[in-house]
């Protein structure tokens, strides 16, 4: 059906698509048009990496897990979320993590946006060396342990969707004995050559050492 662009920014662009249904009758949607990004659980023994930071569209500043947008690419395609989720884990805590673990893709916001989010488990974490938050960015790290960061979610303190998401997906796995007490997760298969995530991969957890290896 018709679809006209209302407005084309850095990260997002606003459509106005026509759709219509069954019956015949027609509607205007307005559609946040989104490259996608990627959330990363990043846990140190019990311990999870969070980052403080102002969000102006909520007016407030947020105690989140790390994330940040996938790169949109001149050929029109956008970056592999695996390598957003390192550059992003580098880039916010200064951190790497030798394991890393596909937790679930998931829509942030379906009903007006195209977003869809991965969200990552990171282990075996080590000094970056290079991480660097952007420009525009004022970030301060901090360790929670993982037990607190489950109340810290029912009390509200933290109060971002994909921190909730990923902080609660944890506590399951840590409640499952997926994942010992050093942060290490059970039953992770040997590295592979195969693409990470696969192409059209369907969201279901996968362990692997490095999430571009």
């Known amino acids: 059906m018709a679809e006209r662009t209302v407005y084309e920014g850095r990260v997002v ?20 048009h989104h490259p996608g990004a990627v959330a990363i659980v990043a846990l140190d023994g019990n311990e999870v990496v969070l980052v403080r930071q102002h969000r102006a569209p909520a007016q407030r500043i ?25 550059r992003e884990l580098a880039e916010e805590t200064g951190l790497r993590a030798a394991t890393w673990r596909h937790l679930a893709t998931f829509w942030t916001a379906p009903g007006f946006a195209t977003e869809t989010m991965d969200l990552y488990l990171a282990t075996d974490l080590a000094t970056a060396g290079d991480g660097q938050a952007a420009e525009d960015e004022r970030i301060a790290v901090e360790r929670v342990n ?24 944890l506590a399951r796995l840590m409640e499952r004995g997926a994942i010992d007490q050093g942060g290490a997760a059970h039953g992770e298969r040997a590295p592979s ?9 369907d969201g279901r957890a996968r362990d692997r050492t490095g999430p571009g290896a």
């Open 62 to 86: 947020l105690l989140e897990i790390p994330a940040g947008t996938r790169d949109p690419r001149p050929d029109g395609t956008v970056e592999d979320p695996a390598l957003t989720a390192t």
């Open 193 to 201: 050559r195969e693409p990470w995530p696969p192409p059209g991969g």
């Open 146 to 169: 993982w037990r607190r960061a489950v109340e810290m979610v029912d009390e509200g303190e933290i109060a971002d969707a994909k921190s909730i998401v990923g902080i609660l997906w």
């Open 13 to 32: 662009g606003l459509r106005i698509e026509t759709v219509e249904f069954a019956d015949g009758s027609r509607s205007e949607r307005e559609i946040v």
